[in-house]
């Protein structure tokens, strides 16, 4: 089976920066879109940024100007470098992605993949 396993997460001060990262493991074809999403107490999730295989990026506006999301298709692996961060940025951070593997009868799957999440706490 496949598996996304998130790090990076941690405590830091307003105007600091962190670095997410989130690896693919297991029987995996070929990834395509991945993301980040964030769950703040008492709120719904939210996307926070995705990339396509091809490089192709999107933000929440919340983000932009602040946040990087890029990944490494060699690795399977999609990073998300956080800068100037805000106490509102704090929230549960997770990872998505559309990974294809090959069933058991050899035909290609799509799976929509998330991680169990990585806390990311922004206060001084």
């Known amino acids: 089976q496949v598996q996304l396993v998130e790090s990076g997460g941690g405590l830091v001060q307003p105007g600091g920066s962190l670095r997410l990262s989130c690896a693919a493991s297991?029987?995996?074809?070929?990834?395509?879109?991945m993301g980040w999403y964030r769950q703040a107490p008492g709120k719904q999730r939210e996307l926070v940024a995705a990339i396509t295989s091809g490089g192709r990026t999107n933000y929440a506006d919340s983000v932009k100007g602040r946040f990087t999301i890029d990944r490494d298709n060699a690795k399977n692996t999609v990073y998300l470098q956080m800068n100037s961060l805000k106490p509102e940025d704090t929230a549960v951070y997770y990872c998505?992605?559309?990974?294809?593997?090959?069933?058991?009868?050899?035909?290609?799957?799509?799976?929509?993949?998330w991680g169990k999440g990585t806390l990311v706490t922004v206060s001084s």
């Open positions: 297991g029987s995996i074809f070929s990834i395509n879109d």
């Open positions: 998505n992605a559309f990974i294809v593997v090959v069933n058991s009868w050899s035909h290609l799957d799509g799976m929509d993949v």
